[in-house]
Protein backbone atom coordinates (compact mmCIF):
# COMPACT_ATOMS: atom_id res chain seq x y z
CA UNK A 1 0.00 0.00 0.00
CA UNK A 2 1.63 3.62 -1.11
CA UNK A 3 1.50 5.97 1.46
CA UNK A 4 1.95 9.88 0.75
CA UNK A 5 1.91 12.56 3.51
CA UNK A 6 2.07 16.34 2.64
CA UNK A 7 3.67 19.04 5.01
CA UNK A 8 4.48 22.94 4.89
CA UNK A 9 0.97 23.89 5.04
CA UNK A 10 0.10 27.33 7.15
CA UNK A 11 -0.66 30.61 7.31
CA UNK A 12 0.63 32.91 5.35
CA UNK A 13 0.58 36.81 4.01
CA UNK A 14 -0.34 37.46 0.25
CA UNK A 15 2.63 37.89 -1.56
CA UNK A 16 4.48 35.03 1.21
CA UNK A 17 5.94 32.05 0.60
CA UNK A 18 5.81 28.08 1.49
CA UNK A 19 7.08 25.05 0.67
CA UNK A 20 4.71 21.96 0.53
CA UNK A 21 6.53 18.56 0.40
CA UNK A 22 5.14 15.21 -0.15
CA UNK A 23 7.12 12.31 1.49
CA UNK A 24 6.22 9.00 -0.29
CA UNK A 25 6.32 5.40 1.23
CA UNK A 26 7.87 3.82 -2.15
CA UNK A 27 10.75 4.33 -4.29
CA UNK A 28 9.42 7.67 -6.44
CA UNK A 29 12.51 6.87 -8.88
CA UNK A 30 10.49 4.42 -10.40
CA UNK A 31 7.68 6.58 -10.65
CA UNK A 32 6.62 8.19 -13.87
CA UNK A 33 5.01 11.47 -12.80
CA UNK A 34 3.68 12.77 -9.86
CA UNK A 35 1.22 15.61 -9.21
CA UNK A 36 0.18 18.27 -6.96
CA UNK A 37 -3.41 19.36 -6.57
CA UNK A 38 -5.38 21.84 -4.87
CA UNK A 39 -8.88 21.98 -3.79
CA UNK A 40 -10.45 25.60 -2.31
CA UNK A 41 -13.59 25.52 -0.47
CA UNK A 42 -16.99 24.85 -2.66
CA UNK A 43 -14.79 23.77 -6.08
CA UNK A 44 -13.39 21.18 -6.80
CA UNK A 45 -10.14 19.52 -6.98
CA UNK A 46 -7.92 20.57 -9.65
CA UNK A 47 -4.43 19.64 -11.02
CA UNK A 48 -1.61 22.40 -9.91
CA UNK A 49 1.76 20.93 -11.24
CA UNK A 50 2.97 17.81 -12.34
CA UNK A 51 6.51 16.19 -12.90
CA UNK A 52 7.85 13.20 -14.73
CA UNK A 53 11.02 11.20 -13.99
CA UNK A 54 12.88 12.72 -16.43
CA UNK A 55 11.89 15.95 -14.53
CA UNK A 56 9.50 17.63 -16.85
CA UNK A 57 7.09 19.87 -15.29
CA UNK A 58 3.58 21.61 -15.97
CA UNK A 59 1.59 24.04 -14.23
CA UNK A 60 -1.97 25.01 -14.25
CA UNK A 61 -2.07 28.89 -16.27
CA UNK A 62 -3.47 30.27 -12.22
CA UNK A 63 0.03 29.05 -10.74
CA UNK A 64 2.58 29.51 -13.93
CA UNK A 65 5.51 31.70 -12.76
CA UNK A 66 4.91 31.78 -8.98
CA UNK A 67 5.28 27.72 -8.29
CA UNK A 68 7.64 25.67 -9.00
CA UNK A 69 7.51 21.50 -8.79
CA UNK A 70 10.74 19.39 -8.02
CA UNK A 71 11.42 16.06 -6.68
CA UNK A 72 14.25 14.69 -4.61
CA UNK A 73 14.30 11.00 -5.53
CA UNK A 74 16.97 10.34 -2.99
CA UNK A 75 14.38 10.89 -0.41
CA UNK A 76 11.28 10.19 -2.20
CA UNK A 77 10.09 13.37 -1.83
CA UNK A 78 8.17 15.36 -3.96
CA UNK A 79 8.10 19.64 -3.23
CA UNK A 80 5.95 22.58 -4.37
CA UNK A 81 7.45 25.53 -3.92
CA UNK A 82 5.03 28.55 -4.00
CA UNK A 83 5.30 31.99 -3.97
CA UNK A 84 3.84 35.28 -4.70
CA UNK A 85 1.22 33.85 -2.87
CA UNK A 86 -3.12 34.89 -3.04
CA UNK A 87 -6.09 34.81 -1.45
CA UNK A 88 -7.12 32.73 -4.48
CA UNK A 89 -4.63 30.00 -3.16
CA UNK A 90 -6.09 29.04 -0.12
CA UNK A 91 -7.21 25.51 -0.38
CA UNK A 92 -6.09 21.95 0.98
CA UNK A 93 -3.35 20.69 -1.38
CA UNK A 94 -2.96 16.98 -2.32
CA UNK A 95 0.11 14.82 -3.62
CA UNK A 96 -0.66 12.27 -6.28
CA UNK A 97 0.88 9.24 -7.20
CA UNK A 98 -0.50 7.00 -9.96
CA UNK A 99 0.94 3.37 -9.82
CA UNK A 100 -0.06 0.39 -11.47
CA UNK A 101 -3.50 1.09 -12.75
CA UNK A 102 -4.44 3.15 -8.78
CA UNK A 103 -4.62 6.76 -7.64
CA UNK A 104 -3.34 7.22 -4.76
CA UNK A 105 -3.55 10.58 -2.38
CA UNK A 106 -2.64 12.01 1.10
CA UNK A 107 -4.70 13.48 3.53
CA UNK A 108 -3.72 17.18 2.33
CA UNK A 109 -2.00 20.31 4.22
CA UNK A 110 -3.68 23.44 4.40
CA UNK A 111 -2.41 26.39 2.98
CA UNK A 112 -4.49 29.91 3.61
CA UNK A 113 -3.24 32.98 2.15
CA UNK A 114 -4.74 36.23 3.58
CA UNK A 115 -4.95 39.44 2.20
Known amino acids: QVQLEESGGGLVQAGGSLRLSCAAS????????MYWYRQAPGKERELVAS???????NYADSVKGRFTISRDNAKNTVYLQMSSLEPEDTAVYYC?????????WGKGTLVTVSS
Open 96 to 104: NLPLDGKNF
Open 26 to 33: VYILIIRA
Open 51 to 57: ITSDLYT
